[in-house]
């Protein structure tokens, strides 16, 4: 029977059977954009070429379950759900967390930027089209063309400033490790901190009114003899509590 080698990044797992390889794939703890090898040391392959590899029978000695193989054929709904979540996590682990990953520390869990950021600029919007029309319907000899200009100089700044949060909305990370607090924020103006989870003294939720509303607002975090603060976050709670259980695990 013919055993491979599982490559993600720097870990190596196995070797696993392909039929064990088939069921990880389809439970999602195999990606198909992993690599394989019948030699721990490689040379790596995609998985449509594994079929035509041979294992190296002095690398068995070396066994690494680290996919955590087999898994159920017909996993449950709970099952299923864990795996899904587990994939999505490493699709969306950013850049700046990955490269602050130290060996065998793990995402455990990924906030996000709220979708609040949007709503002054988008309700701005529809007023300077308002205003914009207001000032010259009346104008001569080309009513069209001076909405058209004053338009452009009210709602062109709102769109560029729509832009920069957008970047900013989609280029922030905010993630809990089996060892810290990773945040970056903003775009123009970054800001880029981490917290080890032994060196945090107390943590607390600041929101007002709106942010209960929305499920958002941001964390104060007691360091030492210093506060930072992670803002703009989505369900903070949820952050929290997802802290509290690596603290204390």
Do not use: C
């Not at 990044?9 to 390889?21: A, H, Q, R, T």
């Amino acid at each position: 029977m013919s055993l491979y080698f599982v490559k993600r990044g720097s870990k190596v797992g196995g070797p696993f059977s392909l039929e064990k390889i088939e069921s990880a794939i389809q439970a999602k703890k195999i990606l198909l954009d992993d690599l394989f090898s019948s030699d721990r040391e490689g040379p790596w392959h995609n998985y449509a070429e594994i079929k035509n590899l041979s294992v190296n029978k002095s690398n068995l000695d070396e066994e690494d379950d680290f996919l955590e193989i087999p898994t159920p054929k017909n996993p449950t709904p709970k099952n299923r759900l864990k795996n899904k979540k587990a994939n999505q996590t490493d699709v969306l682990v950013g850049k700046y967390v990955q490269e602050s990953l130290g060996p065998n520390e793990k995402v455990r869990y990924l906030g996000k930027m709220h979708w609040r950021v949007f709503i002054f600029p988008l309700m701005l919007l529809p007023f300077e089209l308002l205003m914009s029309f207001a000032s010259t319907h009346n104008m001569r000899p080309s009513p069209v063309l001076s909405f058209l200009f004053v338009a452009s100089l009210l709602v062109l700044p709102t769109l560029l400033l729509l832009l920069v949060i957008f970047i900013a909305y989609r280029t922030s990370e905010y993630a809990v490790t089996s060892r810290k607090v990773v945040v970056k924020q903003g775009f123009i103006k970054r800001g880029a901190f981490e917290l080890q989870l032994d060196k945090i003294d107390a943590m607390a939720i600041e929101q007002g009114l709106i942010d209960r509303l929305l499920n958002s607002g941001a964390i104060g975090v007691s360091v030492a003899t210093e506060k930072v603060h992670i803002y703009r976050l989505a369900n903070p709670m949820e952050f929290k509590r997802a802290v509290e259980k690596e603290m204390h695990s």
